[in-house]
């Protein structure tokens, strides 16, 4: 082991080792802390095992935290074009899983084996503790290892099973930076006003939080709701609330009015199973098996509302745990880093990258473009005097 590089990373995820490969192309020396046993953990768990690279769509509006316009600097500068062809010069086959969103084909493996590559001139230690940074004249102390330049790309403190740490967080406190308090993003929601016998079934949804709308695959479970549609959902503040729309893009007020007047012998249940799932549709019929024409407009129009905008109110429903959440939604603040260098405006010196800040994607390859994007940035504005 050296003791001095021109820079030390703390983090071996896809932000670190981003970072580490732009540093080592312009000659730094460079070394890697991680506290795992593995490097770029949840790069091979993304994507349920195929890696979503990234997101052609990956925009400001696709961001989330106090400040999202703080991504258009890194962005600007690393595209998801520039992903893809760093994907293609490696030979990493990908697909389009759907128009913009790629995937790798052979697997996630083959994503961190290429990085590795690219970093094989870099000093990697594993199952390493942070037992101490400091500032000297010389640059930084870690762990008795001096640096010019510090990148801290540590993510954020989700997926617990993976090996996280809240080293980033003490490391930025102790120059100076504010965290915004880290809650779970990209994960399920709990409430009570699911049945849990719904539980496994799978449809299409759309979901309002205030002025926000998703549409997408909505899971119930056994504690609330779950899939992509309830993911999404949590990126956006539930504290007033959240209205489900069960049959999105269709009048079912006019469609139970219609039926109770062509086929009156139907049940409620029955048509609206012609759209739901049977549990589901007997759930928002209130397992009402009356003939159709014997229930009054009225009633079919709370049936009608229930299954169009199910409204949950905000002290009934909470983000899940943050150790089955896929990203951390909070983290350091980025007033006061630099957009277009990550580094910190209050330490010359360090740098941030990567899901540590207070930055979150959406659902389907954001997060990791916005690794690689402000990993390459950090990893490009190192001093190298």
């Not at 308090?181 to 699911?194: E, F, H, S, Y």
Request: some cysteine; hydrophobic content about 40%; aromatic content about 8%.
């Amino acid at each position: 082991m050296k003791k001095y590089y021109d820079v030390i990373i703390i983090g071996a995820g896809a932000a670190g080792l981003s970072a580490a490969v732009v540093a080592i192309t312009r000659g730094l020396s460079v070394a890697i802390f991680d506290m795992g046993a593995l490097p770029a953990r949840k790069v091979l768990a993304s994507g349920g095992g195929k890696c979503n690279i990234t997101n052609t769509a990956a925009t400001r509006d696709r961001y989330f935290g106090q400040n999202p316009d703080f991504v258009r600097g890194a962005l600007s500068r690393v595209s998801p074009h520039d992903i893809l062809n760093w994907a293609k010069n490696h030979k990493i086959k990908l697909y389009e899983k759907t128009p913009g969103r790629y995937f790798c084909t052979d697997g996630a493996g083959v994503v961190v084996d290429a990085l590795m590559r690219d970093v094989w001139d870099a000093d990697i230690f594993y199952d390493t503790h942070i037992d101490s940074v400091a500032k000297t004249d010389m640059g930084f102390m870690v762990n008795n290892i001096m640096c010019k330049n510090l990148i801290v790309a540590t993510g954020g403190i989700s997926f617990a099973t993976l090996g996280v740490s809240d080293a980033g967080y003490k490391i930025a406190k102790q120059f100076g930076h504010k965290i915004i308090p880290p809650r779970p993003g990209l994960c399920a929601l709990a409430t009570p006003d699911i049945p849990p016998e719904l539980a496994g079934i799978s449809i299409n949804a759309k979901i309002k939080i205030g002025r926000a709308v998703v549409q997408d695959d909505l899971l119930f479970t056994h504690f609330g709701i779950g899939g992509p549609a309830a993911y999404r959902a949590s990126l956006y503040d539930i504290t007033n609330g959240m209205h489900i729309n069960l049959i999105p893009d269709m009048d079912v007020l006019e469609i139970l009015k219609n039926t109770k007047k062509t086929n009156g012998r139907k049940t409620v249940a029955g048509v609206l199973g012609q759209y739901l799932p049977t549990r589901v549709a007997k759930w928002i019929a209130g397992n009402n098996t009356r003939n159709i024409a014997d229930v009054r407009d009225a009633e079919l129009g709370r049936i009608a509302e229930h299954a169009t905008n199910f409204h949950i109110r905000g002290d009934k429903i909470k983000y899940h745990t943050m150790v089955s959440a896929e990203v951390t939604f909070g983290g350091i603040n980025t007033r006061d880093i630099s957009s277009k260098t990550m580094e910190s405006k209050l330490c010359p010196g360090l740098y941030f990258a990567g899901e540590v800040m207070d930055i979150t994607g959406d659902l389907g390859g954001f997060n990791l473009q916005w690794a690689w994007a402000s990993g390459r940035v950090a990893g490009n504005n190192v001093c190298s005097e």
